[in-house]
């Protein structure tokens, strides 16, 4: 099976573990993450203006090749994920927004949110399915894992649909899936700091610490992250408490993929 994929800036630079292991682990389940052609970045950050169109010109771009090659966009960097999902919403239900980016784009059919965005995970559960998944694990992870979410997956609740918010259960599913024991801490859902470490980098210090300290203390051994922000926080200022990885990385692992 094909699906049309959006990889995002940061796959290609700082996080290509995260890009190549997701191939290589959906190869093995029989998915073919086909790159979109000439992707532009997504912007990073959704645009709370209403009024501030450019930048989801990007996405709709996006979403408009995968509407006539397939019908389905395939996201796996969180913030790619949120800005893509949150822009196809726009287009989907506001008519401003929706007449104003196909009047910049001159597409020769009008987008108007048809394409449905996947994350990842989302895939894995719902495309693949965990059950195939399982049969498919040839090194069982058999160790405690904690699932770190962070707030890009999740909210704004309404417009993501990805789980629970406040209490999200599709990573420790995944974490069964592949023979893993998933542990449930204390703010596995809390914000690692994000960008505000960029004025105050005191504060995503003591975010991260915060966050893997609480999972150990529930008898994690690692963490597992799907963005490459809060990875970036997690391990850089988190003091070294625990490892943080991709939940690719362990996929690619039970599969035996990971090169």
């Given amino acids: 099976m094909k699906i049309c994929y959006y990889p995002g800036c940061t796959l290609k630079t700082k ?20 790159e979109i052609e000439n992707w532009q970045c997504c912007g990073a950050v959704y645009p709370m203006a209403r009024d501030e169109i450019a930048t989801k010109l990007s996405a709709v771009r996006a979403l ?7 019908g389905r966009l395939l996201t ?28 910049y784009l001159q597409l020769e059919e009008s987008y108007r949110g048809e394409t449905e965005v996947l994350h990842y995970l989302e895939m894995l559960k719902t495309v693949v399915g965990f059950d195939n998944i399982a049969q498919k694990v040839v090194k069982p992870l058999n160790r405690k894992v904690g ?5 890009l997956l999740l909210r704004p609740s309404g417009v993501m649909a990805f789980d629970n918010p406040e209490n999200p259960t599709i990573i420790e599913d995944f974490i069964r899936a592949l023979g893993g024991t998933p542990v449930i801490y204390p703010f596995r859902n809390e914000c690692c700091g994000a ?9 995503p210090k003591k975010q991260s610490e ?42 690619a692992e039970a599969l035996g993929v990971k090169s």
């Fill in 15 to 34: 996080s290509q573990a995260l890009d190549q292991t997701a191939r290589l682990a959906a190869l093995a389940l029989g998915v073919e993450m086909e």
């Fill in 64 to 70: 408009d090749y995968a509407k006539h090659n397939g």
């Fill in 76 to 103: 796996l960097c969180s913030a790619c994920h949120n800005v893509i999902k949150r822009t196809n919403e726009d287009m989907r239900s506001d008519g401003e927004i929706c007449s104003r980016a196909n009047n």
């Fill in 147 to 151: 699932a770190y979410y962070g707030c």
């Fill in 195 to 203: 960008y505000v470490g960029l004025k105050n980098p005191d504060l």
């Fill in 210 to 251: 915060r966050i893997l300290r609480s999972a150990k203390e529930k008898g994690a051994e690692e963490v597992i992250t799907a963005c490459p922000l809060c990875l970036y926080n997690l391990n850089e200022k988190g003091s070294g408490i625990l490892p943080v990885k991709y939940f690719t990385e362990l996929l």
